[in-house]
């Protein structure tokens, strides 16, 4: 987080007093002499549609991917989802720590998948991610889904959160 030096202690961290007589410690900084700038946030959402039909063996699976933006983190807080039968299982998984990280809790630990039901609730219902999960600029999800139900089934998936705007690390300087 980019630090400003303190405006009105100039960042000696004390001022006067009103009747200039006596030293106290700087309100606007607390007596640190500087301040932090406020990372901007604005909302955003990340959508992503994908077909599976397990009717045909060759597309019971369908995988996608969603692409953050390539300056701004994104910090995820909702998911929601419509899609044609609940039938369906999701794995999502996080590649920026360039370790896959599946983020869908395991119900099979092989392939990590939970049935959509459990992990995305709707617009009016949104499922909360507690507490808010912090994926850096211009990484990737990668989201795998099953299907279950022998027909073609139309996955609409929105991830609701902050897109959030800061100072990136080798330009930040500490005050
Ligand atoms: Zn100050």
């Known amino acids: 987080m980019r630090k400003y030096l303190c405006p009105m202690c100039n960042g000696q961290t004390v001022v006067k007093n009103p009747a200039g007589s006596l030293w106290q410690q700087c309100p606007m900084c607390e007596g640190n002499g500087h301040i932090e700038g406020q990372a901007g946030r604005r909302p955003a959402w990340y959508t992503i549609q994908l077909v599976a039909n397990s009717a ?14 390539a300056s701004e983190d994104f910090e995820w807080q909702f998911v929601m989802a419509a899609y044609t039968d609940a039938r369906l299982l999701i794995t999502v998984i996080d590649n920026s720590s360039g370790k896959p990280l599946v983020i869908a809790p395991n119900q099979n630990s ?15 219902l949104p ?22 139900s022998g027909a073609a089934n139309t996955l609409n998936l929105a991830l609701y959160g902050n897109s959030v705007t800061e100072q990136s690390p080798a330009q930040t300087k500490a005050a």
């Open 110 to 124: 092989n392939q990590g998948i939970v049935p959509i039901a459990l992990f995305a609730g709707n617009a009016q």
């Open 56 to 69: 045909a063996a060759a597309t019971t699976n369908a995988t996608g991917s969603i692409q953050i933006l």
């Open 127 to 148: 499922f909360p991610i507690r507490p808010s999960y912090r994926i850096p600029k211009n990484n990737t999800l990668t989201i795998i889904i099953t299907d279950q």
